[in-house]
């Protein structure tokens, strides 16, 4: 796309409005390059170099999103950030970027790797960072994946190990879906020929939900807003940081991959991520924070069907990047086909994601949820769809996703992947 610049250090991009004067607005893409401190405007729709100058050493830092600016005689305003290093120049300073915040908490898991692939390219998303805990896998494991994720999406961001354990139970994991690995599909001999150590991407903080409960703070107050906190694996790390970190309450909205108002996964009644760690789930759901559930009768209906294999081929086109997806969804595929009886496998956690940032593809419903601990329902989420129990709702749980659009949105999340990872 960018011809004349490919082989130049690229620091950040940003979709631009420009208004020449006496003419209409057209939108633009704007790049700075830090080697050699310029800025070249591109035209979105010819997708030729109409600009190309030299600016400030700070200019970028200080050219704030939402801000205009006069540039080559005309007027610029940054309208979005389109890739991670955009974001993380422009949050420099705790800029309102007019996208969502978010911190993930995962336990990747073929599914959780594509919600971080969403939440990193999404272009509304701001994902500050990612925390895990134990769940699909040990939590050394899927730390490492984690890491291993973002590698694959051609992306930087601090992940932060959460607990091994849930809070009263015995870990228990889920090889027969996800793998010995976690991310089952990739062989160690892949990574080995593979140049990336995930080890510096993660930092092992002396207190871990110290320091995730500050960056979230701070990201809240810069921002003045709520950070989305995602959580697609189970909730401990989230419960943890709500009793040992009250005052997080009023900094974050939790959007949770999870549960079920019919019948579950891995119990009669209970989906794995909340069978997981119920007491956890629990303590989450009464804790006061607007809480999200998007359940299994949702992520169920979001299927990697034949139909949409073929969208990604033809998105991401011959890459090394979708030769690894379709290795590891191949996987993904092969022990769903076996362990629940799914012609094609559903892409739970990603949901989550999209929830955070475009809550009107999905219908809703507020109801009072409580989670079960006891007995063989443990982890058993409770919605009162009918408003039997007379109590105030605590949460509000998704009924229904526009499929088709959360595929455009997980695909153009691959497709910008693509662009910066460096398998390709
Ligand atoms: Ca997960």
């Known amino acids: 796309m960018f011809s004349t610049s490919d082989n130049q250090e690229k620091r950040a991009e940003f979709s631009v409005s420009v208004q020449e004067e006496g003419r209409k607005a057209s939108s633009q893409t704007m790049v700075f390059f830090s080697a050699t401190n310029e800025i070249e405007l591109i035209s979105s729709t010819r997708q030729t170099t109409l600009r190309r100058t030299r600016v400030p050493e700070n200019f970028i830092e200080s050219a704030k999103i939402g801000y205009s600016f006069p540039l080559f005689g005309r007027e610029i305003c940054i309208t979005a950030a389109l890739n991670a290093e955009a974001r993380t120049v422009c949050s420099v300073e705790g ?13 990747p898991g073929h599914d959780d790797m594509l919600a971080i692939m969403l939440a990193v390219h999404h272009p509304g998303i701001s994902l500050i960072g990612i925390s895990t805990v134990q769940g699909n896998q040990t939590l050394a494991k899927v730390t490492d994946n984690a890491a291993r ?18 809070i009263l139970r015995a870990p228990q994991q889920c090889a027969e879906i996800h793998g010995e690995s976690g991310l089952g599909g990739l062989t160690s001999a892949f990574w080995d020929t593979v140049d990336f150590d995930p080890e510096p991407m993660i930092i092992r903080p002396e207190s871990p939900f110290a320091e995730i409960a500050q960056r979230i703070i701070s990201a809240s107050k810069a921002r003045s807003c709520r950070v989305k ?14 009793k040992a970190f009250p005052e997080l309450k009023k900094h974050i909205e939790v959007v949770f991959m999870g549960g079920t108002y019919n019948m579950g996964n891995t119990g009669s009644f209970s989906e794995f991520n909340i069978q997981c760690d119920p007491e956890a789930a629990a303590i989450v759901a009464a804790s006061g924070v607007p809480v999200t559930m998007v359940p299994l009768d949702v992520t169920h209906t979001v299927t990697i069907t034949e139909a949409v294999k073929t969208q990604m081929a033809e998105g991401m086109g011959a890459t090394k990047l979708h030769d690894v997806l379709v290795k590891l969804l191949g996987f993904f595929e092969e022990t769903y086909r076996e362990v629940f009886h799914f012609d094609h496998p559903p892409v739970h956690d990603p949901c989550a994601v999209l929830f955070a940032v475009a809550p009107e593809l999905f219908e809703t419903k507020a109801v009072h949820l409580a989670v079960e601990t006891q007995g063989m329902c443990a982890g058993a989420t409770c919605c009162d769809m009918y408003g039997f129990q007379k109590q105030e709702p605590n949460a509000t749980v998704c009924t229904k996703l526009d499929v088709p659009a959360f ?14 990872c460096p398998l390709n």
């Not at 973002?150 to 354990?165: E, H, N, Q, Y």
């Not at 595929?407 to 910066?420: G, P, S, T, V, Y």
């Open 407 to 420: 595929w455009d949105a997980m695909i153009a999340a691959l497709a910008r992947a693509n662009k910066l």
């Open 95 to 107: 800029e309102d970027l007019s996208t969502v915040p978010m911190w993930l908490d995962c336990d």
């Open 229 to 242: 906190l995602v959580a697609t694996g189970a909730q401990t790390n989230i419960a943890i940081l709500l």
């Open 149 to 166: 994720s973002l590698f694959l999406a051609g992306a930087k961001r601090d992940v932060i190990p959460g607990s091994t354990d849930p």
